[in-house]
């Protein structure tokens, strides 16, 4: 069994090593300007929140909504569930934001964890790796680096940090850890013994690897070491949003390009990496300025002046979450394998992005 890439050997290790080595060296720029253990200021907020979190949640109309295939594959599902992610979203803020923003992290929680292990997965598939015990090694690994800092962060509340809102986290008792700090190492260990005997072989999956170590260190320096908005903020979201830019970007890329494909918007804006990007950092950074500006009013230095909305914020608010529910939601299907031939062979796409135009 060699070595096996999504991408190819180039592209997995820039966008998973490279997010990685972003997310640290943030931290480090972080200690040398003195908010490290503060508020994200704008110049992280920025690159951090708008144009890597809000814009990789816009990247998935790439893989949906502006995929003709897709739309004729699953119109349903394409339909019902904005719809009912919205009649959800409404109901939810009619019993207060606390509910809304509650729910709307757990969520959110869910869909991180499951990208890492997603990731796990598409790397046993990409090599081969049929090994039942192998299998549960790994689930047991990428969800003990997820869960346990997770886990930790519910029992040491309060912290200088949310998901979204302030208390969107509930509080759980801490005679659970040291059961769970076991299961944890163990995991781990198993995971790190097992790899080392593929190295030792010659049949090593450095991408699956790459995924799990960075995954554990991450979340453990993001939420257990730092207690802070800023330390939380860039260990989060540059390892959960340049992986997905890059696999759907190459997904849609290779859909736009196949022999029966129509002539579509995701093929012109898939030519290249710089205007898949620059249309998504525009339509985020359009998103933001309507939340600061109708809901949260704290960067009018960036986005301008405050509207006074008044009771429309049972609407807005909802409208605005859309996005990123339905994204959280379609994430849960277009990305099956069993389901989804055209995942299921990502391979005959890796070559995709690596020779595309910079």
Not at 83 to 92: D, E, I, K, N, W
Not at 107 to 136: C, D
Not at 208 to 222: L, S
Not at 240 to 257: E, T
Request: aromatic share 14%.
């Amino acid at each position: 069994m060699k070595a096996a890439w999504l991408f190819s050997r180039n592209v997995d290790l820039a966008v998973f090593l490279g997010a990685a080595f972003v997310s640290f060296g943030a931290l480090g720029i972080g200690a040398l300007t003195g908010v490290l253990h503060a508020e994200t200021p704008i110049w992280a907020w920025v690159p951090a929140i708008v144009l890597c979190d809000v814009a990789h949640v816009w990247s998935t109309i790439f893989r949906t909504y502006l995929d003709p295939a897709e739309r004729r594959a699953r119109p349903k599902l394409l339909v019902l569930a904005p719809l009912l992610g919205l009649a959800t979203s409404v109901f939810l803020l009619s019993l207060g934001d606390l509910a809304f923003w509650r729910a709307l992290a757990y969520l959110a929680i869910f869909h991180f964890v499951r990208q890492q292990y997603g990731w796990v997965s598409l790397y046993r598939s990409r090599a081969g790796e049929t090994s039942r015990a192998g299998r549960v090694v790994d689930t047991a690994a990428i969800y003990a680096a997820t869960l346990w800092p997770l886990l930790h962060w519910h029992t040491h509340l309060p912290r200088h940090f949310s998901w979204f809102f302030t208390h969107d986290i509930v509080a759980l008792p801490g005679f659970v850890m040291p059961a769970a700090t076991v299961l944890y190492v163990a995991a781990l260990a198993a995971y790190a013994a097992r790899a080392a005997r593929l190295w030792a072989r010659g049949t090593p999956n450095p991408g699956k690897d790459i995924v799990v170590v960075t995954t554990a260190a991450a979340w453990y320096v993001g939420i257990v070491a730092f207690d802070s908005d800023y330390a939380f903020t860039v260990t989060n979201v540059f390892m959960h949003g340049i992986p997905y830019f890059a696999l759907v970007f190459v997904h849609a890329r290779a859909r736009a390009n196949a022999a029966d494909a129509p002539p579509s918007l995701a093929a012109r804006l898939t030519r290249s990496v710089p205007p898949f990007l620059g249309v998504l950092w525009l339509i985020a950074f359009t998103e933001e300025l309507v939340w600061d500006r109708a809901v949260w009013h704290d960067r009018g230095a960036l986005f301008g002046e405050p509207w006074e909305l008044g009771g429309l914020k049972l609407l807005i608010v909802p409208l605005l979450a859309l996005p990123q529910l339905t994204h959280y939601v379609l994430d849960g299907f277009i990305w099956r394998r069993r389901s989804n031939p055209s995942v299921a062979t990502l391979a005959a796409a890796q070559t995709t992005l690596s020779t595309s135009s910079p």
